[in-house]
């Protein structure tokens, strides 16, 4: 299971703080990106490669990075703190 | 030298002076002090401010500052590094963030807090919400603090 | 605008929360302050310091700092500059100098604090003798800080 | 009258504050340091060209600075403040 948040204005987008995902034929981030996109109109929006940043086990990760079951990922706009 | 890093992400304020303290006291090889403070202002791209609502990832926050830091610390002779970044509403004219380096040279200390504000602005997981005139927003990410960060690499 | 301008030669401690209120205080457009203070070491070059004497050109000190904050607010949108420089006697750790400037922009407050320190060590009528292990020297000015001066030209 | 200071290092080698200088055949800034170089061989090493800055009214100035009856000029060594 892959537990994955969303912050900032993603999250009031989408409407949801996070949810579980089973890893069935996930094996990185991009993957993972590609399935949620597929949850709707808003999330093939929302998760466009580009737009959303992303962190595995708060660090921030590529598109490539690997992913296992426990892991947590986080998805959020470019980051305006300071 | 981790006992010489501050980190605090906090929703209470905070005081300069205090804080100057913390970083000068006990400290006579460090000749120079600098120190850096955010603040809301009442006016962002020609709207009207009111307020401003700070989100942030709390489980990454610190561990962010943290790396950036030590990132900082590998680069320059910092003495003492010390980085408040404040969470939560805040009003008008409220402190958000505090950085303050101590180093025996003047450019190392500048430089330093500088670099952590860069890198703090484009890598830790803040999101601001600003109360304008005109409703609730996000702030959108700035292209010139990508580029920026660019200019230390 | 002279009168965001504050300019201090003085043998007296100043006191940072103090000035930093002054720069804060009713300002709720410069979203950026950045402070800078210099502070007597314990070691320079190698060899013990006990104290430091502060030598300058009364008629003189006031006006060249002026002119380097003049010039600071030519290039970038400073909002409240000051300078505060101690002379006489000082013990090691005491403070010596602080800068601190207000702006909208974060880069510009940055670079206006450094530029004016940068200025102000090549420029301003100040001269230092040391209290060493040795005896009492007078610091030599140092070909780096002039090199650095370049580098905002 | 020229009212001339010295300060710094340049003040204790030279042991004086300054003093006072008909402005006699000196023209300008360079013609002065010349003339007190004259005064001997600590005047004449530690007023050389390029060891000492000049202000003169409290401004730094050059070597072709004219002068004035009533100005004061200083000289002294590189700064070191802050």
């Known amino acids: 299971m892959l537990n994955i948040l969303f912050f900032g204005q993603l999250k009031e987008r989408l409407q949801t703080h996070g949810m579980q995902q089973l890893l069935q034929e996930i094996y990185c981030v991009a993957d993972l990106r590609k399935r949620l996109q597929l949850k709707g109109d808003i999330w093939q929006e929302q998760l466009a490669l580009g737009k959303t940043l992303v962190a595995v086990n708060q660090k921030m990760a590529s598109e490539e990075e690997r992913l296992k079951d426990g892991d947590e990922i986080a998805f959020f706009p470019p980051v305006t703190g300071g | ?153």
């Open chain 2, 1 to 153: 030298m981790a006992s010489n890093i501050q980190i605090r992400v906090q929703e209470a304020d905070f005081d300069l002076g205090h804080e100057y303290k913390q970083l000068r006291d006990d400290n006579p090889s460090d000749g120079a002090i600098v120190t850096f403070v955010g603040l809301v202002r009442d006016i962002n791209q020609q709207q009207v401010v009111t307020g401003l609502f700070l989100e942030h990832y709390p489980a990454m926050t610190e561990g962010a500052l943290r790396g950036i830091v030590d990132l900082a610390k590998s680069k320059w002779p910092l003495g003492r590094v010390t980085v408040i970044h404040r969470v939560g509403q805040l009003d008008v004219s409220e402190q958000i963030v505090f950085v303050g380096v101590t180093s025996c040279h003047r450019k190392a200390a500048f430089d330093g807090a500088e670099f952590i504000m860069d890198y703090l602005k484009t890598q830790a997981p803040f999101w601001k919400k600003e109360t304008t005139s005109e409703g609730d927003k996000w702030i959108q990410a700035k292209i010139e603090d990508q580029q920026k960060l660019e200019g230390w690499q």
